[in-house]
Structure formats: C-alpha cells, structure tokens
C-alpha cells in the first residue's frame, strides 16, 4: 500500500536531489552542457565571503526566529484553548495571517514600512517614518518580525490542539491541591505538550532553512547583503549569477543542515520512542 507514495517520494525526491549532488561537482550555466569539475565548486563555495555571511545570517534568522516563535505561540495557544467569551473573536484575528501568502504579506510589509508613504509617514510618527528595510542595522530585525506575524497563527493553532487533548481530570486534581494557574502550566500545560513543542519546534528550525518568498520580495536579500541568507544566495547565484554548481552546493549544505537538525531534535528528545504522553493518565 505504501508502494505508491514511496514511488512518488523517489521520483520527485530522492532522484532531483541526487541529480543536485552531482551538479554541485559540475561547471554549468543553465544552458550549455555541465563540465565536470570536481570539488572546485565546493572550495570556491565555501571560502565565497559573501556565502559565509549568509551562512551566519541563515543561522541567526533560525535561532532568533525559533526564540520569538516559540513562548508566542505556546502562550497564545494555550489562550486560545480557554472557554473565555471573547476567545473566539480574538481567536478570529490571530488567525488572519495564515490566510495571506508569504509574498502578499511581504508586499503589505513593504508598503507600510515605506519611510516616504507608510503608515509611520501618514500619520506623522518619526519613529515609524524611517527607513526600517533600507538600514541594515534594522533590515533583518524586519524579516524576522514579518517572519513570526507570518508563520506565528500556524504554531499557536498546533498547540492549542495540543492543549485540548490534555485530560481537564488533570487540571480538576490541581485545583483540589491548590494549585495555581501558573503552576498548573509549568506542571501540567508544559509536560503534556512535550511532543507537540518538539514538532513544532522542528517545523520552525527547519522552516527556517527555506524562507525565500517572504525576503525576496521583501528586501531582495538587501540593503547590501543584510537579509541575504543561504535560500536567497541560492537562488541569487543559480539564477542571477548563472553558476548553477555553486547554487548546487548551496542546496546540498540546506538539506545535510535540515536533516541533521531535525534527526538530532527527534533522538535527544526521545520522540524517536513513541512513548505516549498520556502514559499513567
């Protein structure tokens, strides 16, 4: 039964990305014949200055991403899992940017944020009125807002069903003992969603090594090379630059990362032995 989807997974899987592996040992601009060049791509990759910055921006984006996201989402899930009566209508609008794309949101952004006709210009605010994507002081501190008001509503919605499977038995004996809110989160909210913080916490590292969309259209990987992380130089080199065995290379480095962080993520946090969470419930 499972012949099929495998049949899918190698076709278009496992066969582009062995095609990649070897075009990142080629010489080839995208339209004559790849010359084969051996390990030449992967020197001049990694020694390239300007790769070397975005391996550095790629990995502060998926750290400081992972660190906004993350207490985000988990608070606004777990309030989103109330019975309050306004639950719903907040609920409502948090869940607003999951129906934009990355791209529509990167144009709004831009918009807004525009020194000379956003919003901080139309109502007269200097603090808003600067050029927040033209300083490259700010520049990445903009993506990595966008980023968390973009993909923020999906994570929140992982753990508010997480929240809702929690046994209200659980929270019916805190009370009896006197606990708290706070504490009946720390010790009960927290430990029941262990599984649901490692998924969603691999799906934000992850995520991370391919945010592309949201940065093209939103800073073009500038001012300079400020937001230029790996999925953007990429995409620069493969088809600016026309030099698709460095591009190759840099697609292979992505996939090697993401798959070792999400292998590593699943065995240190023993999700690998499918023990259930509500053992002993």
Same mark, same amino acid.
């Given at each position: 039964?499972? +012949?099929? +989807?495998? #049949?899918?997974?190698?076709?278009? #899987?496992?066969? %582009?990305?062995?095609? @990649?592996?070897?075009?990142?040992?080629?010489?080839?601009?995208?339209?004559?014949?790849?010359?084969? &060049?051996?390990?030449?791509? $992967?020197?001049?990759?990694?020694?390239? %200055?300007?790769?070397?910055?975005?391996?550095?921006?790629?990995?502060?984006?998926?750290?400081?991403?992972?660190?906004?996201?993350?207490?985000?989402?988990?608070?606004?899930?777990?309030?989103?899992?109330?019975?309050?009566?306004?639950?719903?209508?907040?609920?409502?609008?948090?869940?607003?940017?999951?129906?934009?794309?990355?791209?529509?949101?990167?144009? #709004?952004?831009?918009?807004?944020?525009?020194?000379?006709?956003?919003?901080?210009?139309?109502?007269?605010? %200097?603090?808003?009125?600067?050029? $927040?994507?033209?300083?490259?002081?700010?520049?990445?501190?903009?993506?990595?807002?966008?980023?968390?008001?973009?993909?923020?509503?999906?994570?929140?919605?992982?753990?508010?069903?997480?929240?809702? =499977?929690? %046994?209200?038995?659980?929270?019916?004996? #805190?009370?009896?003992?006197?606990?708290?809110?706070? =504490? =009946?989160?720390?010790?009960?909210?927290?430990? =029941?969603?262990?599984? &649901?913080?490692?998924?969603?916490?691999?799906?934000?590292?992850?995520?991370?090594?391919?945010?592309?969309?949201?940065?093209?259209?939103?800073?073009?990987?500038?001012?300079?090379? +400020? &937001?230029?992380?790996?999925?953007?130089?990429?995409?620069?080199?493969?088809?600016?630059?026309?030099?698709?065995?460095?591009? *190759? @290379?840099?697609?292979?480095?992505?996939?090697?990362?993401?798959?070792? @962080?999400?292998?590593?993520?699943?065995?240190?946090?023993?999700? *690998?032995?499918?023990?259930?969470?509500?053992?002993?419930?």
């Amino acid at each position: 039964m499972a +012949a099929p +989807a495998l #049949a899918l997974f190698g076709v278009f #899987a496992v066969v %582009p990305l062995l095609g @990649v592996l070897v075009l990142s040992f080629m010489s080839w601009d995208g339209l004559g014949d790849p010359v084969w &060049t051996g390990a030449d791509n $992967w020197g001049r990759t990694l020694s390239d %200055p300007v790769t070397l910055n975005a391996m550095r921006l790629t990995a502060i984006v998926t750290v400081a991403s992972w660190l906004f996201q993350a207490p985000v989402s988990l608070l606004l899930g777990v309030f989103m899992a109330g019975r309050q009566r306004y639950r719903a209508v907040l609920s409502v609008l948090y869940f607003l940017p999951l129906l934009f794309s990355a791209a529509a949101a990167a144009i #709004a952004y831009r918009a807004l944020l525009d020194p000379n006709f956003g919003l901080g210009a139309a109502l007269g605010i %200097p603090l808003l009125a600067q050029d $927040w994507i033209g300083n490259p002081d700010l520049a990445l501190w903009v993506v990595l807002f966008v980023i968390g008001w973009c993909f923020v509503p999906f994570h929140s919605l992982l753990y508010q069903g997480g929240v809702r =499977q929690i %046994p209200a038995s659980l929270y019916e004996a #805190a009370l009896l003992d006197g606990a708290g809110r706070v =504490q =009946q989160f720390f010790h009960i909210t927290l430990p =029941q969603l262990k599984y &649901t913080i490692i998924t969603s916490s691999t799906l934000m590292i992850v995520g991370s090594l391919t945010y592309f969309d949201l940065i093209f259209v939103l800073t073009g990987g500038g001012p300079g090379n +400020a &937001t230029r992380i790996l999925p953007l130089d990429m995409y620069l080199a493969g088809f600016r630059s026309y030099d698709m065995g460095r591009a *190759s @290379v840099i697609a292979v480095i992505l996939v090697v990362v993401g798959l070792g @962080v999400s292998l590593a993520l699943n065995r240190f946090s023993g999700a *690998s032995r499918m023990e259930s969470q509500m053992e002993g419930v």
